[in-house]
């Protein structure tokens, strides 16, 4: 098992969708969670951080099942811009960014 | 604010070449990193450098040296170019100590080796 696995899509939706990816994780011992978005051919940039409460920014909401091992993303209202891939990153060890581990991506392309 | 700059943006090599990727950053980060990203490997860690004077290794160290010249600047450098080398290059910095702190990414390098 991957020690991070992501959907890796397409996922199409229209304008205005809803939309939600996974990320599973495989060691149970991960610290830190988040989430980055990736355009075509630029450099991933912040998305959020996964908060073990949940935490919501605008249109995303992030969410962690730590008893099932995974991190959610939730897209509402989904505009263009927002097509790009999302990347799930995991952190091992808290607060150490040498210790990041990166999915593949999911892409998402929301249509007109 | 530049933030995290790199060149060059696109470089092709042939075997056995070497040349050095430069990377700069404005924001006055302790931490610095070299990743690179192929298709179905997602971002692999190179090297890092936790603060100025120090460098590690990270995931793929194999055929690349780095260079922490000062706090704003850390080189990556291909001593003797392999086409496995082929990759986008990623320089990312960080502050350090700092809980959940992002990873500000420069434009990346677009490297191809023949």
């Known amino acids: 098992r991957k020690e991070v696995e992501q959907d890796p899509g397409p996922f199409n939706v229209p304008e205005g969708a809803t939309v939600a990816f996974n990320c599973t994780y495989s060691n149970s011992a991960s610290q830190s969670f988040f989430w980055y978005r990736q355009d075509c051919r630029k450099e991933p940039k912040l998305l959020m951080s996964?908060?073990?409460?949940?935490n919501e920014d605008g249109r995303f909401t992030a969410q962690l099942n730590r008893a099932s091992q995974y991190i959610s993303l939730l897209i509402r209202d989904s505009k263009l811009s927002d097509s790009a891939t999302y990347l799930c990153v995991v952190n091992t060890e808290a607060g150490n960014n040498r210790k990041l581990i990166w999915g593949l991506g999911t892409s998402l392309a929301v249509n007109p | 604010n530049a933030g995290v700059t790199q060149t060059p943006k696109f470089q092709v090599l042939k075997t056995g070449q070497s040349m050095t990727l430069q990377c700069a950053q404005d924001?006055?980060?302790?931490?610095m990193y070299w990743y690179r990203q192929d298709p179905g490997m997602g971002l692999r860690l190179i090297y890092y450098?936790?603060?100025?004077?120090?460098?590690d290794k990270g995931e793929v160290p194999n055929g690349y040296n780095v260079s922490r010249l000062n706090k704003r600047e850390f080189s990556l450098r291909l001593e003797s170019a392999a086409p496995s080398q082929t990759s986008v290059y990623f320089c990312?910095?960080?502050?350090?100590?700092?809980?959940?702190?992002?990873?500000?990414f420069g434009n990346g390098t677009r490297l191809t080796v023949t």
């Open positions: 996964v908060y073990s409460s949940g």
């Open positions: 450098s936790a603060s100025e004077g120090t460098t």
């Open positions: 924001m006055n980060h302790n931490s």
């Open positions: 990312a910095s960080s502050e350090v100590g700092v809980y959940n702190s992002p990873l500000h």
